[in-house]
């Protein structure tokens, strides 16, 4: 929902470049979080909390791309649950590729919709 939120946030014509750079940032995100989860404690405690501040740094900075790189890590690393690292960073990556495939579609569509629509209503 966050990756949905964050695509759509944009105009338009920035939507199809924030996907790509969600998704790219999320794989080298996952690629990080996977390659530091078999380094002892509490190193990867460590590079979370570091890649916490990067991605806060970044963001603030304004370099979306790079923002999402060092923010994958920061979640997938601190995140507990069932599965182990690689699957974790996998599952992230196949959510973030669909919320952008949903939100390109749905949002191509509803601006089809509305061209269609005032295209049919006389100005006054």
Not at 1 to 15: E, Q, T, Y
Not at 33 to 38: E, H, L, N, R, Y
Not at 71 to 95: I, K
């Amino acid at each position: 929902l966050l990756s949905f939120a964050m695509i759509v946030s944009v105009g338009g014509d920035r939507r199809t470049a924030r996907s790509v750079d969600r998704v790219a940032g999320t794989i080298v995100g996952a690629l990080i979080a996977t390659a530091v989860s078999f380094a002892p404690a509490p190193w990867p405690l460590i590079v979370a909390a570091l890649c916490g501040l990067l991605s806060v740094a970044y963001l603030r900075q304004g370099s979306y791309a790079v923002f999402v790189t060092f923010l994958t890590p920061a979640v997938l690393l601190t995140s507990s649950n069932e599965f182990d690292a690689l699957q974790l960073g996998v599952g992230r990556v196949e959510a973030v590729l669909a919320a952008a495939v949903i939100a390109i579609v749905l949002t191509t569509a509803a601006g089809a919709v509305r061209r269609r629509r005032d295209a049919r209503t006389p100005s006054p």
